[in-house]
């Protein structure tokens, strides 16, 4: 090993206190850096030969833990920022750069709401990655030739998928000794939150550091063309002064690719004629599941996401997107109609799930009721008011409120018909689709507050099927309205404020202490 690289700091090693929270997030990311470089110098030195196969080369994960030794008196109304009970907590830590804004008030809600107790930082036992810390931009495996591949893991610490589980977020997780009598401070480790953040970038085109707190999902590329529209409209350059003032809220609209059109009602935001600053360019792949964002500074800005059709999809998504830890999403898709007097075009505001999707059932057992949270349903019923123009008892004659089914069969129409106007009157469902209840029931088990608006595309029990004809008027007339109502309904919930918006619904009665 050159001895001018800077040597990692060793599992077990560097502890130090805090009281102070910008010193702790500093020592974090020192941390971090430091063992991070290291990684990057030994890979380059292997790249070219200089480096060989001997030593294994490591470099661990910061973590941050906490002594409570009297059971906590903290305000009854929060659902999180505290832990429920006297003992040791842990959790490795990743990416400041991401990270830093969001470690930072957990740190400053555990020193608010715990008397007396120091934050402990030092090295983990636990090591990164290499693929990890060389960060999502960078194809290891394809800048390798074959032999240096094989000695590869000889070498290095590579991606290791038992440290990657989610038995924090399911509950299964047991203290052991290979824990060290500590428990769990957030749900996920810091490997299994690189694993997604990786995983985002593949799936999506686009960084996590770009992911905003409030995520729409749709299932139709027709929802992502308004977005699109609605995010470089907010960009482009006003000359009425109330408007720009409001269009500078946001920053910037980042597309898959990292295309980054700032906002020209920001200083330093427009050309030097009066258009939008563009960084970087499209992708010229479209990615599986595309994400937009919408920017804010503080990041409380809007992403939309076409997750394309399916339960699996939904899924894989929302297991990603979780470790970014949102403040709130929100299924905006078409569904099939069950009732013979909805019309095509009317909305469904779910407040019940049939999950037959199935995807869940290992992680979330199917006797595990979805509820419904009354802060995004208010907040969706107030945003349709206003968009329609209608009170809530008009707003009944284009909407219900009910129970939707999600299945796993784009074909479920060609079943047996008896069995089906069975299973749907004993449910009482009114809507049917193949994602909102995968999404909400993983917004549950990763205590993300969830909604769902659908918008009726079909009724296939009643003689109106999907067809491309019927389907066009339909969405130039329903597709506008509805993401206004999804984007105005964000708005609402932002304003509500943090703290009001994530439920102690979503929260077990032993719980991590971060959000």
Known sequence: MPSKLQMP????????????????????????????????SCFDLFTKGVLQVGEHVSA?????????????????????GFVSQAGVYRTTLTRPDIFDFYYKEQIALLLENHENIKLEIGVSDTPIPLHFALGDDFHLEADLNVEQLEALPQLFDLPDLAMMDDKIANGTYRLDAEHSGCSPLALFTAPRVDLSLQRLRHYTGSSAEHVQNFVLYTNYQFYIDEFIRHGLKIMS??????????????????????????????????????????????????????????????GSGITMINIGVGPSNAKTITDHIA???????????????????????????????????????????????????SEMQIALEAAMCQVTGMDDYELK????????????????ELRDQDKLFEHFSQSRAIALDMESATIAANGFRFRVPYGT?????????????KLPGMANDF?????????????????????????????????????????
């Open 9 to 40: 700091f060793k599992a077990d090693s560097n502890r130090k206190l805090f009281k102070d929270i910008d010193k702790a997030s500093a020592y974090i990311n020192k941390l971090y850096k430091r063992n991070t470089d290291y990684l990057c």
């Open 60 to 80: 661990h994960y910061p973590y941050m833990q906490i002594t409570v030794k009297k059971n906590p008196s903290v305000d009854r109304r929060r659902s999180y």
């Open 237 to 298: 350059m006003s000359n009425d002064s109330k408007i720009a003032k409001q269009r500078s809220e946001y920053l910037s609209f980042v597309e898959p690719g990292n295309k980054i059109t700032h906002n020209a009602n920001i200083k330093g935001g427009a050309t030097s004629d009066g258009y939008p600053r563009v960084d970087g360019s499209p992708t010229q792949r479209i990615p599986q599941m595309p994400a937009y964002h919408l920017k804010r500074a503080d």
């Open 323 to 373: 470790v970014l830890r949102p403040h709130a999403w929100l299924m905006l898709g078409h569904c099939a109609g069950l009732r013979n007097s909805q019309a095509l075009g009317d909305y469904v505001l779910a407040h019940g799930y049939v999950r037959e999707d199935g995807i869940l059932d290992n992680d979330l057992p199917i006797t595990i009721p979805i509820p419904a949270l």
């Open 397 to 412: 004659n284009i909407m219900r409120t009910g129970t939707v089914a999600t299945i796993n069969d784009r074909n479920w």
């Open 453 to 465: 608006l659908l918008c009726v595309s079909d009724k296939p029990l009643h003689g109106q099927l």
């Open 475 to 515: 969405y130039r007339e329903r597709v506008d309205q509805h993401l206004k109502i999804g984007l105005l309904a964000m708005e609402y919930l932002r304003k509500l404020g943090v703290e009001r918006l994530h439920s102690r619904k979503l929260r077990s009665f032993s719980e991590v202490a971060f959000q």
